[in-house]
């Protein structure tokens, strides 16, 4: 899996892969022309989404009603080092038996991103000085 991001101006981006492209920016009291969401709007985002399709996919092998399933993340900032420290996430199902409940929950728990958090990856950063040849 790669993502390729590149400065287009100020504070906003681009980021591209698999011929999908989002643009990533700043609110104009940060510096920006508020063209996108920020990094960590993107962060809340994925781990929506990646819980959204566990919750739908549960649902649908279950032939259960994915309508008004809906997703939202809250997340609380740490003073220092700056990151995010708190994650919620809140799923709607309308009209789910109790039956289905526990279910769902381990379904939303075995998100990728959700584990990823969870469970920290390595992370390697490297800097180079020349630039690369395109791929």
Do not use: W
């Not at 999908?20 to 510096?31: K, L, T, W, Y």
């Not at 929506?48 to 032939?63: D, P, S, V």
């Amino acid at each position: 899996m790669e993502i390729r991001v590149r400065h287009l101006n100020g504070v906003k981006f681009e980021a591209e892969t698999r011929g999908h492209r989002i643009v990533c920016d700043q609110p104009s009291g940060n510096g920006g022309e508020d063209a996108g969401m920020t990094p960590p709007e993107f962060l809340l985002a994925s781990l929506g989404t990646c819980a959204g399709f566990y919750a739908a996919q549960y649902l649908r092998n279950h032939k259960l009603s994915q309508e008004g399933l809906e997703v939202i993340v809250h997340a609380e900032k740490a003073p220092a080092p700056a990151r995010l420290a708190t994650f919620r996430i809140e799923i709607t199902a309308p009209g789910l038996a109790p039956v289905h409940e526990a279910g769902i929950m381990r379904a939303v728990n075995a998100c990728l991103v959700k584990n990823t958090l969870a469970l920290p990856p390595n992370i390697e950063t490297v800097l180079h000085t020349q630039a690369l040849a395109q791929v």
